[in-house]
């Protein structure tokens, strides 16, 4: 039986990104580190950063939490500071042996600091539905949301996406595809596309690429993917390595 547990790696927070796994309750905890460069029209530096998150799955259901700290320097000022932390609900409506799908709820709240680039500078709302089926060695999983600002935007920078270590629109329709392949009994190869299409005429469409690799070992999990920004100026190339333990 398929279940698809909702990961935040903060490409994350609005792209609601997907792995397999079982239906068992359980709990897992997981470490990224990230590694971007940007350079848009007012602003260019690059940020790093360590993500932690705790997940805990139940059946259907499951519930997780981040809470990103991100090093950024900008036109050559360096901040270090709080990301945006997040909470997120996800519940598996129809699976079978091949097939998943079902929704996903992310909230957010403005723990980093707008005015330096580390957080939208208000509560998000991001909703999602989202698909995934398994055939043999190959996985693919597709999801589409809208994430919207429920708090005073006005602050939010027109004709650009903001926040720097995260851009995204302060609404907008988001979506993701990716598909993976294992290669070997501990090895899988994947690909993503995923982006944001603005809801009004002030916002950038965004669009960013992904490949990865992910070593599987028992309860452990360790993967790198490499991104880049393809329109929007989300950032030109950013790299994202993660750590999961199962409990």
């Known amino acids: 039986m398929v279940c698809v547990l909702l990961i935040a790696e ?7 990104a997907h792995v397999a796994r079982d239906d068992r309750a359980g709990l897992a905890a997981s470490l990224s580190l990230v590694a971007a460069r940007f350079d848009t029209m007012l602003y260019g530096g690059d940020y790093e950063g360590v993500v932690p998150a705790l997940r ?17 320097e900008e036109n050559g000022l360096q901040v270090l500071g709080a990301g945006d932390a997040t909470i997120d609900g996800q519940v598996t409506i129809v699976h079978d042996e091949m097939f998943a799908a079902g929704a996903t709820l992310a909230l957010s709240a403005p723990t980093g600091d707008h005015k330096f680039g580390l957080g939208m500078g208000h509560p998000m709302v991001m909703p999602a539905v989202w698909g995934a089926m398994v055939h043999d060695r190959h996985a693919v999983v597709a999801a589409l949301g809208y994430s919207v600002g429920f708090a005073d935007a006005a602050h939010h920078h027109d004709d650009m996406m903001w926040p720097l270590v995260d851009p995204m629109n302060a609404s907008e329709l988001t979506w993701s595809a990716r598909g993976d392949l294992a ?11 995923a982006g944001g299409v603005p809801v009004d005429a002030s916002g950038v469409t965004r669009v960013i690429a992904g ?14 993917e490499l991104q880049a920004g393809l329109a929007g100026d989300p950032f030109t190339l950013r790299a994202v390595a993660q750590t999961t333990v199962a409990f």
């Open 56 to 72: 805990w799955t139940h059946d259907r259901f499951a519930v997780g939490a981040t809470a990103p700290l991100y090093r950024i």
């Open 211 to 224: 490949a990865r690799a992910v070593w599987i070992s028992q309860r452990v999990q360790t993967g790198l």
């Open 10 to 16: 903060r490409s994350g927070r609005a792209d609601h």
């Open 183 to 193: 290669v070997a009994r501990a090895w899988r190869l994947g690909a993503q596309l």
